[in-house]
């Protein structure tokens, strides 16, 4: 999402208003927990749906 909408990890990162230590950990999908607002605020800056960025995987 963030390439269609050509937006760099550092951008995103001050648009959410988090490290971009913790976006890196969301975005590759170590990050065991997401808090709506964070979530709520990477969906503006990217302009889509929570199902745009994120996946369920059974464990």
Do not use: H, W
Request: glycine share 4%.
């Amino acid at each position: 999402m963030m390439a269609r909408r050509k937006m760099s990890l550092n951008e995103l990162s001050e648009r959410v208003g988090i490290t971009i230590a913790n976006l890196s950990i969301l975005k590759t999908g170590k990050a065991k927990a997401i808090r709506f607002s964070t979530l709520d605020a990477i969906c503006k800056a990217l302009d889509c749906q929570p199902a745009d960025i994120i996946e369920y995987r059974e464990e």
